[in-house]
């Protein structure tokens, strides 16, 4: 089974969203800021996780390095890109992680 992450991240928190490639959510919640936290959340999913979608913000940084380091296909999300798709994003941070999942999993994800 092949899985799919988003994250959603702020300057405090995350919100991380695991779909399968049948769209149906395999995890859902909001984490602290801390690397071996999110490590923690997605350790069970490592295995078939085809990549994490982060979008490009002004503290992605530490995120990414950090989870690359621990062997995780990261893909940094364009946000001025992603403008295009406005219409379909919604409006909580749930919504937008798993948003970002969807757009990973059809390969739809602009990326840079």
Do not use: C
Request: neutral net charge; hydrophobic residues 40%.
């Amino acid at each position: 089974m092949t899985t799919y992450a988003g994250i959603d991240l702020h300057s405090n928190n995350i919100f991380l969203g695991i779909i399968d490639s049948e769209n149906k959510r395999l995890f859902s919640q909001r984490l602290a800021n801390k690397l071996n936290v999110i490590k923690e959340a997605l350790r069970p999913f490592k295995q078939a996780l085809s990549g994490i979608a982060v979008e490009s913000t002004f503290n992605w940084y530490w995120l990414v390095d950090g989870l690359q380091d621990a062997g995780y296909k990261m893909h940094l999300a364009n946000p001025s890109a992603i403008k295009q798709y406005e219409g379909i994003k919604h409006r909580d941070d749930r919504s937008d992680a798993f948003w970002l999942t969807q757009m990973l999993m059809l390969g739809i994800l602009p990326e840079g």
